[in-house]
């Protein structure tokens, strides 16, 4: 019995958590690209699939939930690129990625941008 309820606490975790990836996949679709703006969307899923490439190849267990709402960038003219965070740029203690673009197609807001996504260990991993 204890193994049971074990089991189905573990599939309604993973259910949860596949609910909550859906939420915030539903959330950032409409900040997708437009006009000279890069979307939150494409940045969000840079730092997803370097996160889950970088998980893969390092056998680690981070989760990305995406970039500030609030953030707004110029469109980028070239593939943006991640690399993990100098920890020296954000809050100590602050773990993440930035999605980097290093020319934007109007460089009257400016040449170059990053963007700081935080990373965290998934809840129930080892």
Not at 27 to 42: A, K, P, T
Not at 107 to 125: C, E, M, S
Request: aromatic share 10%.
């Amino acid at each position: 019995m204890r193994l049971f309820l074990v089991l189905l606490f573990m599939v309604f975790a993973a259910s949860c958590r596949a609910g909550e990836e859906a939420e915030m996949q539903r959330l950032y679709q409409q900040y997708r690209s437009r006009g000279d703006i890069h979307g939150l969307y494409e940045i969000r899923e840079a730092a997803l699939a370097w996160v889950n490439r970088s998980n893969a190849a390092q056998n680690t267990n981070w989760e990305t939930s995406g970039p500030d709402l609030r953030i707004v960038v110029a469109r980028c003219a070239v593939p943006l690129t991640v690399k993990w965070t100098d920890p020296s740029r954000h809050a100590p203690g602050r773990t993440g990625v930035d999605v980097v673009c290093s020319r934007s197609v109007n460089p009257q807001y400016g040449k170059k941008w990053d963007v700081f996504v935080p990373v965290y260990r998934r809840k129930g991993r080892a």
